[in-house]
Structures are given as structure tokens and as C-alpha cells.
């Protein structure tokens, strides 16, 4: 079920989301950042997943909540199991199939973000000082 909130004090849409595990709510999302509030339920995960180009973090906010993380294939099925509690924070690489589980029910924030290149600038000529004009 997906439900549309209007909250007149923030005068800003949000979108509610129920799952098999609990739910998930966006609060804020742009052109390079989505965060979400998602409340889960013990017993219960999300599907096993991957982002082509998204990182993907999970801040627990109460309860408990496993993350797993599978890796590269020549790593022979190595999964990589965290487990997060209030105020822990883990982050998962684009590209990882990945799966969040609850221990606890609880309450978590999962931002996903794209990462900049900082050094990404391709010079075609130099700065110079126009003549006539120093």
C-alpha cells in the first residue's frame, strides 16, 4: 500500500511505502540524495538487491538490524554480516547485492547518495591574462 502525506508544517510531500517487513517513508530526495525513515520488524528482511550506481547507508535509529553484504564472486559466496544498534551506522558500495534484516523491530534512516569525482575537471586551455587588460 502506498500512501501520499502532506505535512502542513513542512509544507512538503512525502511518500509512505508498507512492506512485508514494515515500512518505508522518503522524507527528502534530489538528484543525488534519497533519505528515508523505515520502520522494520523483527523476524523479517527486505529482498536481497543491488544499486548499478548508488551507494546505499543505514543509520538505526532503535531496535536491532543486521545488514548483509555479498561479495565479489572470486571471494567463493563471502557474505559480510553487520550487525547495527541505536546510533550505528553502516554503508554499502554500489554495485553489492545487499539485504537488511530485523533483529529487533525498530527504527532506522537509509540514505542513498551518488558519489562526486572531485577531481573530475578536464582542462582545454590554461588561465591567462588578457592583453591590454592588467
Given at each position: 500500500?502506498?500512501?501520499?502525506?502532506y505535512?502542513?508544517?513542512?509544507?512538503?510531500m512525502?511518500?509512505?511505502?508498507?512492506?512485508?517487513?514494515?515500512?518505508?517513508?522518503?522524507?527528502?530526495?534530489?538528484?543525488?540524495?534519497?533519505?528515508?525513515r523505515?520502520?522494520?520488524?523483527?523476524?523479517?528482511?527486505?529482498?536481497?538487491?543491488?544499486?548499478?550506481?548508488?551507494?546505499?547507508?543505514?543509520?538505526?535509529?532503535?531496535?536491532k538490524?543486521?545488514?548483509r553484504?555479498?561479495?565479489?564472486?572470486?571471494?567463493?559466496?563471502?557474505?559480510?554480516?553487520?550487525?547495527?544498534?541505536?546510533?550505528?551506522?553502516?554503508?554499502?558500495?554500489?554495485?553489492?547485492?545487499?539485504?537488511?534484516?530485523?533483529?529487533?523491530?525498530?527504527v532506522?534512516?537509509?540514505?542513498?547518495?551518488?558519489?562526486?569525482?572531485?577531481?573530475?575537471?578536464v582542462?582545454?586551455?590554461?588561465?591567462?591574462?588578457?592583453?591590454?587588460?592588467?
Amino acid at each position: 500500500m502506498t500512501t501520499l502525506v502532506y505535512y502542513k508544517e513542512r509544507k512538503a510531500m512525502t511518500m509512505k511505502a508498507g512492506k512485508i517487513w514494515g515500512q518505508t517513508e522518503l522524507i527528502h530526495a534530489n538528484g543525488v540524495l534519497e533519505f528515508h525513515r523505515i520502520e522494520y520488524k523483527a523476524g523479517y528482511k527486505c529482498s536481497e538487491h543491488e544499486h548499478k550506481y548508488k551507494w546505499n547507508g543505514f543509520f538505526v535509529e532503535s531496535g536491532k538490524m543486521l545488514v548483509r553484504v555479498w561479495q565479489d564472486a572470486d571471494q567463493e559466496g563471502l557474505v559480510d554480516e553487520t550487525i547495527l544498534g541505536p546510533g550505528e551506522f553502516t554503508q554499502v558500495k554500489p554495485g553489492k547485492i545487499h539485504q537488511f534484516e530485523g533483529l529487533e523491530d525498530g527504527v532506522a534512516f537509509e540514505l542513498y547518495w551518488a558519489e562526486f569525482n572531485h577531481d573530475d575537471i578536464v582542462r582545454r586551455t590554461v588561465g591567462t591574462a588578457i592583453k591590454g587588460k592588467k
